[in-house]
């Protein structure tokens, strides 16, 4: 089994893809050390049986066909849980496949539960087996074996199978737009851009006060654009904890910054511990009157009940319907509709508002019952 190593094959064989009405793609890559995934290889496979691995490791390939082939309208790019594959894709060009189709979202709309996974759907629907063994291997050294490249190979050549009798479960149940939703945030390009002045928000659940978060806002932003720059887990730079620590602490001196203790002994006397007091002194000089606190949950007083209320209701409609919970309503959504009625949600509008939308919203004024039945529980409309 050979890898395809330069690029006038890789052309060939991406000019074969693009006269097929589909192609399956899948990525190995290694990120335990770096900021940027670092992308080890590449896998497609077409309904006509043309697989193929491509090594992006190899000396002077150009991967511009594969990118070609990603933007070819022509073709409907597959892939399963694809967040980080298109992160490596949108890295290769800021550009987004498409069309595209996540057959993780789509098995959710067809009833096999949140973020299900490859293997399993494979066995469900594929009827095969997948061994894992290579799974957690390293991508990035070569010669790959042989184990390794069967695995990765598996990865593109079930999913056809998968994709093709999905596809007919959606058509069956006229559920295709169902998919719009959950495939425009996948497919946006807001989705993958790592700007460091958004990156406060990953840590900002516990900031009460606009200083707090002005000061976060900072060093937040600062340790972004060093673990970019340097291209090394943020984490190497400086942990969560210190993050928080920092913007609630808010050290203006080497010396109240070293008595952090999640600051590293000496930490505060290097040329980091000076970018970092200068991050502070940049919160401190923010105007806080334009800072938005994060929200508190909003039912966690006297709407709590009814959120547990809708909470059954949704689990229950999604049992009756055959769709993942998570794909109709999430948890802020639902406290959003316990608090207000027209309350501006997904939830409430399209086909997730006939679906359950409107069931919450008689369930709230007492025109739906909630019952248990051999175990289940039934939604009853009441007179």
Same mark, same amino acid.
């Given at each position: 089994?050979?890898?395809?190593?330069?690029?006038?094959?890789?052309? !060939?064989?991406?000019?074969?893809?693009?006269?097929?009405?589909?192609?399956?793609?899948?990525?190995?890559?290694?990120?335990? =050390?770096?900021?940027?995934?670092?992308?080890?290889?590449?896998?497609?496979?077409?309904?006509?049986?043309?697989?193929?691995?491509?090594?992006?490791?190899?000396?002077?390939?150009?991967?511009?066909?594969?990118?070609?082939?990603?933007?070819?309208?022509?073709?409907?790019?597959?892939?399963?849980?694809?967040?980080?594959?298109?992160?490596?894709?949108?890295?290769?060009?800021?550009?987004?496949?498409?069309?595209?189709?996540?057959?993780?979202?789509?098995?959710?709309?067809?009833?096999?539960?949140?973020?299900?996974?490859?293997?399993?759907?494979?066995?469900?629907?594929?009827?095969?087996?997948? !061994?894992?063994?290579?799974?957690?291997?390293?991508?990035?050294?070569?010669?790959?074996?042989?184990?390794?490249?069967?695995?990765?190979? $598996?990865?593109?050549?079930?999913?056809?199978?998968?994709?093709?009798?999905?596809?007919?479960?959606?058509?069956?149940?006229?559920?295709?737009?169902?998919?719009?939703?959950?495939?425009?945030?996948?497919?946006?390009?807001?989705?993958?851009?790592?700007?460091?002045?958004?990156?406060?928000?990953?840590?900002?659940?516990?900031?009460?006060?606009?200083?707090?978060?002005?000061?976060?806002?900072?060093?937040? #932003?600062?340790?972004?654009?060093?673990?970019?720059?340097?291209?090394?887990?943020? &984490?190497?730079?400086?942990?969560?904890?210190?993050?928080? !620590?920092? #913007?609630?602490?808010?050290?203006?001196?080497?010396?109240?910054?070293?008595?952090?203790? $999640?600051?590293?002994? /000496?930490?505060?006397?290097?040329?980091? /511990? =000076?970018?970092?007091?200068?991050?502070?002194?940049?919160?401190?000089?923010?105007?806080?009157?334009?800072?938005?606190?994060?929200?508190?949950?909003?039912?966690? &007083?006297?709407?709590?009940?009814?959120?547990?209320?809708?909470?059954?209701?949704?689990?229950?409609? #999604?049992?009756?319907? /055959?769709?993942?919970?998570?794909?109709?309503?999430?948890?802020?959504?639902?406290?959003?509709?316990?608090?207000?009625?027209?309350?501006?949600?997904?939830?409430?509008?399209?086909?997730?508002?006939?679906?359950?939308?409107?069931?919450?919203?008689?369930?709230?004024?007492?025109?739906?019952?909630? $019952?248990?039945?051999?175990?289940?529980?039934?939604?009853?409309?009441?007179?």
């Amino acid at each position: 089994m050979d890898l395809i190593s330069t690029t006038s094959d890789l052309a !060939d064989a991406c000019a074969r893809f693009a006269a097929q009405p589909f192609v399956t793609v899948d990525t190995e890559f290694m990120r335990e =050390t770096t900021y940027y995934p670092k992308l080890c290889l590449i896998q497609m496979a077409a309904p006509d049986g043309f697989a193929v691995l491509v090594d992006p490791l190899a000396k002077d390939i150009d991967l511009k066909p594969f990118v070609d082939l990603m933007a070819d309208e022509g073709v409907v790019k597959v892939f399963h849980s694809a967040r980080q594959d298109l992160e490596i894709v949108w890295m290769m060009g800021e550009m987004l496949p498409h069309p595209f189709f996540d057959t993780q979202v789509a098995a959710m709309v067809c009833g096999y539960g949140d973020s299900v996974s490859y293997e399993q759907l494979v066995n469900d629907l594929a009827k095969a087996k997948i !061994d894992k063994s290579s799974r957690f291997t390293d991508w990035s050294r070569r010669p790959l074996s042989e184990a390794q490249l069967t695995y990765a190979l $598996s990865d593109v050549t079930h999913l056809v199978k998968v994709y093709e009798l999905l596809v007919a479960q959606l058509v069956e149940t006229d559920r295709g737009a169902w998919l719009d939703d959950e495939m425009g945030v996948l497919t946006s390009p807001e989705t993958y851009r790592a700007d460091p002045a958004q990156a406060w928000r990953r840590l900002s659940g516990r900031m009460r006060k606009p200083r707090e978060i002005a000061v976060l806002m900072e060093v937040a #932003a600062w340790r972004e654009k060093e673990a970019q720059t340097r291209n090394v887990p943020r &984490g190497r730079i400086l942990k969560d904890e210190a993050v928080i !620590d920092i #913007a609630s602490s808010a050290p203006r001196s080497v010396e109240a910054l070293g008595r952090l203790r $999640s600051i590293p002994t /000496g930490f505060e006397r290097s040329r980091t /511990g =000076t970018d970092i007091l200068a991050a502070v002194e940049r919160g401190f000089a923010r105007d806080t009157a334009d800072i938005k606190l994060p929200e508190r949950g909003r039912s966690r &007083g006297g709407n709590a009940a009814v959120v547990e209320l809708l909470k059954v209701l949704l689990k229950a409609v #999604a049992e009756a319907e /055959g769709i993942a919970p998570k794909i109709i309503a999430t948890v802020d959504e639902l406290e959003a509709i316990a608090d207000d009625d027209l309350a501006d949600v997904p939830v409430l509008q399209g086909w997730r508002r006939t679906l359950f939308g409107e069931k919450a919203l008689a369930l709230k004024t007492g025109r739906l019952a909630l $019952s248990t039945e051999g175990g289940r529980v039934i939604v009853r409309e009441l007179p």
